[in-house]
C-alpha cells in the first residue's frame, strides 16, 4: 500500500527550518559548552539557526586589454 501524495514530507521545507526541535536544541547547547547535565530544561536560552543562501556565480569578466608583453589578438576570418 502506498502513501497518499499529500502525507508525503516536502524536501525543500525540511531544509528552511526556522525553530529547532528541543532535542536538538539540547545537543547544540551542550556542544557549545552552554548547557551541562546538571542543568534545568526549563528556561533554556535561545539558540541561533542560520539559514544558509546560495550564492550566485559571478559572470567571468572578458579581457579587454591584451596582457603587457602578450601576444595580439588574432584578426577575424573573413
Known amino acids: 500500500m502506498s ?3 499529500s502525507l508525503v514530507p516536502k524536501q525543500s521545507s525540511a531544509s528552511k527550518r526556522s525553530v529547532l526541535k528541543r532535542h536538538e536544541r539540547l ?3 551542550q556542544r557549545e ?3 551541562k547535565e546538571d542543568d534545568s530544561v526549563f528556561g533554556l536560552p535561545k539558540v541561533r539557526v542560520y539559514v544558509v ?3 550566485k556565480k559571478a ?3 572578458k579581457e ?3 596582457a603587457a608583453g602578450g601576444e595580439a589578438p ?3 576570418k573573413q
Do not use: C, S
Request: charged residues 45%; proline residues 10%; without cysteine.
Open 3 to 5: 502513501i497518499h501524495r
Open 64 to 66: 579587454k586589454a591584451p
Open 27 to 29: 545537543q547544540k547547547l
Open 74 to 76: 588574432a584578426a577575424p
Open 59 to 61: 559572470k567571468k569578466q
Open 33 to 35: 559548552g552552554k548547557l
Open 53 to 55: 543562501k546560495k550564492r
